[in-house]
């Protein structure tokens, strides 16, 4: 069977793509849609064309997997150039997304309709690239400069909503999709070119050159974005015929760019983590989750579950902790609401499957539930017993630490193997990746059901072994002791952090520890004092800090001083400092940013290389997933373990 075919419905043609997973404009397709053009051209019985797709989804965009390879004709411009200029209208009939390739095919065809839950967007930049068949110069054409700027700057599609209020779209259907579109290609006459219609100025020029500037702000070290706002402010400016030749030569010269080759790996290592066979067995339910403890965490999860459609039984451990991690949960649905990320009726549906209680044996009816106590593994084993108890057989027993030995808490369960570590980040309904803990008794459906849960909640589920701080924490704190080396050797908390920043981190190392707070990790590290090895090296700075009352931002104090909110170098902090590297016998030296960023990069790829060895990561790339999608290792960069392979 051919990747793409043509069907008469009276004198439309409807030309179908047929490229499984997701319709990428591979070679065969381009191929096979000048074919079809010819063809259509050459048939005077044919009015008018629809142009759609089967299976989930439209064209999600050129096939990524090619542009490893040298490029083969015909080119996607060209197959989209020979659409724009057939003699009889082609209409573009969208379901799923149009992405990429995808919507640059879409804005070729002289008209486009779309299911009402179809996206439509250019997430070029996400890959290194800029859109390289027509997407800077159509779009603008199409839509106000603003919303294409957005768009292409941006990188997130729009709903199919946002595209016709915009103009992207001449029509959103409800019912059948290819008979909305053939009945608009039957009523449309001549084709109307994209590139034939004058560039559409931004609505308000103040605000379009502030987006601008936002965007190259936003860009920092990612070629891309800087790219795709030139590429746009081009297109307002040059005919289209320049305009396109400007865009193409970009796009291929960031095709075959390191910060590409690393976007590219991001994108198949995060499509790849749950690879295992196991993630393949058939899961136990979890459609009814469980969480216990209403704090920062308890209440994020369980908004996280509720915003995806999951009811929660939140138990806590009387009234007033309950009715508190109530207040929470509804508050963070209120934050998405206000970010317009979740409709008032949604909301209110989300909160009406929701129940915070103060008994356990609520818990009895739940599929997964999820402990989100105090991060104590006594604490953590009492609620391990209580669930016990009170769950299910088969329900899947979860802990949400982020440190502590699963297999120590599995063990207090009198069937093991429904034990399994979810471990959340901060803010739960936010943040994309979890890291899926395997104890080394855990039932194979039991991890079945953690990949699951991931997908259900749209995260990305990392599959990690039992260690102290799994893959994460553990590679976190080998980067956060070398950095405190660093101060001891020579450097400035805010050299430190100024060096990461530059690399690409949204915030350094001590800013960030000033945000969570000092005092956590100093009673850890006060806990493990009587197990430490004496001849390691140990940095005391932090401890000192912590003595003087500094526990960072929420005490005004950490290894900033902040005044109004704004963080400013610390005399106290120089001073401790200075002392304990005479304490130490060090004599400073000074460091430039890039050495400090070596020695970072140093610390977290051997970390990262232990965790392979010991078998706590299953290969390099969930480690890059993980440091990328859980602490901030700019994605451009592809990831500690990337950098270390491409030398
Ligand atoms: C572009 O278009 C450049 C043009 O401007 C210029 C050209 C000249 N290629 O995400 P999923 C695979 S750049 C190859 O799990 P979902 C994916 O690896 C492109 N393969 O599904 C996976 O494979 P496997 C711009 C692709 O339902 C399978 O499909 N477009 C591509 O959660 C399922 O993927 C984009 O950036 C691809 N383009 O989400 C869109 N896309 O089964 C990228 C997916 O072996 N794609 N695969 O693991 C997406 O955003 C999502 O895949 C989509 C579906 C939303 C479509």
Not at 438 to 454: F, I, K, N, Q
Not at 626 to 639: K, L, Q, S
């Amino acid at each position: 069977m051919s990747v793409v075919s043509t069907l008469l419905h009276g004198s439309v043609a409807v030309v179908t793509i047929d490229n499984p997973p997701v319709n990428a404009t591979s070679q065969a397709v381009r191929a096979g849609l000048l074919a079809a053009v010819a063809d259509i051209e050459a048939d005077p019985g044919i009015a008018s064309v629809v142009l759609r797709c089967t299976g989930r989804t439209f064209v999600a965009g050129a096939d990524v997997r090619e542009f490893d390879k040298p490029p083969q004709p015909p080119h996607l411009p060209d197959v989209i150039a020979a659409i724009e200029a057939a003699s009889r209208p082609w209409v573009a009939a969208i379901h799923g997304s149009a992405l990429g390739g995808g919507l640059e095919l879409a804005m070729g065809c002289h008209a486009r309709i779309a299911a009402r839950d179809a996206r439509l967007g250019l997430p070029e930049v996400t890959l290194g690239l800029i859109p390289g068949a027509g997407g800077t110069v159509r779009l603008p054409r199409l839509v106000a400069a603003d919303a294409a700027l957005a768009m292409i700057a941006g990188g997130k599609p729009v709903t199919a909503a946002r595209a016709l209020e915009i103009g992207l779209l001449d029509d959103v259907a409800d019912g059948d999709l290819t008979d909305a579109a053939i009945a608009l290609a039957t009523g449309l006459e001549a084709p109307r070119r994209t590139l034939d219609r004058p560039v559409r100025d931004p609505s308000d020029a103040d605000a379009f050159s502030a987006q601008v500037k936002r965007f190259k702000t936003r860009a920092g070290g990612q070629l891309s974005i800087r790219h795709a706002v030139e590429a746009v402010e081009n297109t307002l400016v040059t005919d289209a015929a320049a305009a396109l030749a400007a865009e193409r030569q970009t796009f291929l010269d960031l095709k075959d760019s390191e910060q590409a080759a690393a976007l590219r790996h991001v994108f198949f290592a995060e499509r790849a983590t749950l690879s295992d066979p196991r993630c393949k067995q058939t899961p136990r339910p979890v459609d009814r989750i469980g969480v216990v403890g209403g704090g920062t965490m308890g209440a994020g999860i369980a908004a996280a579950c509720l915003l995806k459609g999951l009811s929660v039984t939140m138990v806590e451990r009387d009234t007033e902790a309950a009715e508190t991690g109530r207040a929470r949960v509804a508050e963070t649905l209120a934050g998405s609401l206000a970010r317009g990320l979740l409709t008032s009726d949604a909301r209110d549906a989300a909160l009406s499957r929701f129940q915070a209680a103060t008994d356990y044996s609520e818990l009895a009816g739940e599929d997964l539930v999820i402990e989100a106590v105090f991060e104590d593994m006594q604490v953590k084993k009492q609620v391990f017993a209580r669930l016990d108890e009170v769950c299910a057989p088969d329900a899947v027993i979860a802990t949400n630490t982020s440190y502590l030995d699963v297999d120590e808490l599995a063990a207090t369960l009198r069937d093991p193997s429904r034990a399994i570590g979810l471990h959340f980040f901060s803010p739960a309904h936010v943040m994309k990746l979890l890291e899926i803990v395997l104890p080394e008794r855990v039932a194979d459906d039991v991890v079945a059901t953690g990949a699951a849960l991931a997908r259900k909640l749209g995260k990305i589920g990392v599959l990690a072994g039992v260690c102290d701080g799994f893959i994460g924490n553990r590679i976190m704190s080998a980067y956060r002791r070398e950095a405190d080396y660093l101060l001891e050797d020579g450097a400035t908390p805010s050299e430190v952090d100024a060096a990461m920043t530059g690399f690409g981190f949204a915030m350094g190392v001590f800013a960030m520890q000033d945000l969570a707070g000092l005092d956590i990790a100093w009673a850890m590290r006060k806990r493990r004092a009587a197990t430490r090895d004496p001849s390691e090296r140990y940095v005391a700075i932090a401890d000192r800090l912590c003595q003087a009352g500094r526990f960072g931002r929420k005490t005004g104090a950490g290894w900033y001083d902040y005044v109004d909110g704004k963080a400013r170098s610390a005399p106290t902090v120089t001073e401790i400092i200075a002392s304990e590297r005479r304490r130490a016998g060090i004599t400073p030296r000074p460091f430039d940013p890039e050495e400090i960023m070596q020695r970072l990069l140093a610390a977290m790829q051997s970390e990262g290389q232990n965790v392979l060895d010991e078998g706590i990561a299953r290969n390099a790339c969930d480690i890059d997933v993980t440091m990328i999608n859980g602490y901030g290792f700019p994605r451009w960069r592809g990831g500690p373990m990337w950098m270390r392979d491409r030398g």
